[in-house]
C-alpha cells in the first residue's frame, strides 16, 4: 500500500505560480512511477504528467508543456508539480497518482488538491 497527500493547492491570478507536492508513504517511493491528473467541473479527468521511477524521464500533456514542471526526490518520498504561467483553464483538483512505470494505470491515488486561477 501506498498512502499519497497532496498540499500546495490554492488561488492565485492569471500568470501566477504554485507548486504542488505529493508526499508518499508506505512502500518504497522509488519503486514507483508518480503521475499527476486533474479534474475540472464537468469535465473528464484528465493526465498531466508523469515521471519515471529514477526521474530521468518526463511527460507531459501539450496543454501544459512549456509552463509546468515534474519533479521528485527519492530521499524525502516527494513528487513535486511546478506551474507556473497559470491559466484560468487550469481551475481543478489536482491528484497525484502512483503506478508500476509509466504509461500504465495507477494503483494508488491522493484525495487531491483545489487550485484555483483567476483571470
Known amino acids: 500500500q501506498v498512502q499519497l497527500v497532496e498540499s500546495g493547492g490554492g488561488l492565485v491570478q492569471a500568470g501566477g505560480s504554485l507548486r504542488l507536492a505529493c508526499a508518499a508513504s508506505?512502500?518504497?517511493?522509488?519503486?514507483?512511477?508518480m503521475n499527476w491528473f486533474r479534474k475540472a467541473p464537468g469535465k473528464e479527468r484528465e493526465f498531466v504528467a508523469a515521471i519515471s521511477r529514477s526521474g530521468g524521464t518526463a511527460n507531459y500533456a501539450d496543454s501544459v508543456k512549456g509552463r509546468f514542471t515534474i519533479s521528485r526526490d527519492n530521499a524525502k518520498n516527494t513528487v513535486y508539480l511546478q506551474m507556473d504561467n497559470l491559466k484560468p483553464e487550469d481551475t481543478a483538483v489536482y491528484s497525484c497518482?502512483?503506478?508500476?512505470?509509466?504509461?500504465?494505470?495507477?494503483?494508488?491515488w491522493g484525495q487531491g488538491t483545489q487550485v484555483t486561477v483567476s483571470s
Open positions: 497518482a502512483a503506478a508500476a512505470r509509466l504509461g500504465v494505470p495507477s494503483d494508488y
Open positions: 508506505g512502500r518504497t517511493f522509488s519503486m514507483y512511477a
